[in-house]
């Protein structure tokens, strides 16, 4: 066991920042006064290339709602370092797509690449 730090606890084994040298066999025993178990498993670490997160397909889709009524949208990322989700409304001022900015109260001027959004 060389590179992950590793803390049991209620019967569980976390391999925390694993490395692919904590690859191997692993087993868990459980004893009592009746006996002992015990389950042998094979861990396999394996090196990822880090990428920009994935937004789930097909959960974010185009809504309709009454007035008065909620739209709830959720964005599920698949992701390998933590993701931060950002979330703007995007308007056109004076025939440009800008964003809003809740927390200021005021539009800013390009987040992202606004040619992709008009085109969707």
């Not at 979330?87 to 539009?107: C, F, M, P, Q």
Request: charged share 20%; aromatic share 10%.
């Amino acid at each position: 066991m060389t590179g992950a730090d590793f803390k049991i606890r209620k019967g569980m084994l976390e391999m925390e920042d694993a490395a692919e040298s904590d690859s191997g066999k692993y087993m868990c025993e459980v004893f009592n006064s009746l006996g002992t178990i015990r389950r042998t498993f094979n861990v396999t670490i394996i090196n990822r290339m880090r990428g920009p997160p994935i937004i789930v397909p097909n959960i974010l889709v185009n809504q309709t709602v009454n007035v008065n009524g909620t739209a709830v949208f959720n964005c599920r990322v698949v992701s390998d370092l933590t993701p931060y989700i950002f979330w703007v409304r995007i308007d056109r001022v004076n025939g440009s797509l800008h964003y809003y900015n809740e927390t200021a109260k005021e539009y800013m001027f390009k987040y992202t690449e606004m040619d992709a959004i008009e085109a969707s």
